[in-house]
Structure formats: C-alpha cells, structure tokens
C-alpha cells in the first residue's frame, strides 16, 4: 500500500511541473497541527515546493477567504498516510481543516459545504487531477470530475461537476 500512494504522488508531482519556486510562507508541520481543530477557516497545506498547481489550488483557496499555511516538504508520503487516504484516491497535495482532510484540488464550493453539513468521514479528494477543477485551469477545458467523501472503508460522491466536452 505504501508503495501504491508513493507512485501516485510521485506521478502527480511530475504532472504538476518544477515550475514554481519555493513560496515563502513555509512553517513547522508540528506546531501548525495543532491548531487545526480550533481555528476557523485555516487551512494546513502540504505540498512539494515544485507543485505549481498546488499554489495554484492555494490562490483559490485565498480568494474564497481561506487563510492558508503552507507546509513545504519533499516526502508527503507521512501526510498521505496521516489523511488516511485509500490507495488510488490520492492528489497531488493534501490539506487539513477543522478536523477534516481535503485531498487534491476540491473546489472551495465543496470545502464550504462540508464544513457547514459536517457529514460523517475523513473528508474529501478529488483523485487525480481533472482540467479545469480549480488550480488546473487549461484554457477553456473542463473535464467532468467528482469530489469523493472518503473514510476507511471506502469513498461516496459528495458533488459531481459537469465538465465542458
Ligand atoms: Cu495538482
């Protein structure tokens, strides 16, 4: 299973690009964790410092009045593993909020809707990363995706966003 999640990260990541340079605004993982549960609307991000559409996914977030931190680190495989994701559901970076866990690039729409319906579950990925889910815009191009409610034992659709073709 380690092995699975390692070269779905490793995939995504390549996929992303090595375009970015390394944001600044980087903190310790394990002081942040611990605010997680308290604060409202932060969001704790894990990415590689080379993913662009992860910032990208983090604008977004911003723009929809999320206040972000940013954890920068090259393995993200004790992250993945920490989110409880199931082999093949993963993205490229992972994020925590209010007790949830947000895999990949889910719209804000369906971060919303999550924190104020708080369904049983670990939280919410968007496996792969579709074109035109937010942070991996191309051009006009929208393909269909689905954000998946995710815990142990499996994973339900929570929204399905038609795609453009
Ligand atoms: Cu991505």
Partial sequence: MKKILFLFSALFIAACGDNEPAQPQTT????????????D?????YKSPTC?????????MQANG????????QNLQ??????????????????FIDGYVIEGHVPAS??????????EGKGLTVPGMPVGSPGMEMGDRKDAYDVLLFDENGTE???HHPGNQ
């Fill in 28 to 39: 310790e993982p394990d002081r942040a964790e611990q605010q997680t549960a308290v604060t």
């Fill in 110 to 119: 369906d971060v919303e809707r999550l924190l104020a319906e708080r369904p």
């Fill in 66 to 73: 999320y206040t972000v931190k940013v954890h920068e680190q």
């Fill in 78 to 95: 004790p992250i993945k593993e920490k989110a409880g994701l199931l082999p093949g559901t993963g993205s490229c970076h992972t994020a």
């Fill in 52 to 60: 662009g559409c992860c910032g990208a996914w983090v604008e977004h």
């Fill in 157 to 159: 659709v929570f929204s």
């Fill in 41 to 45: 609307k932060v969001l704790e991000v």
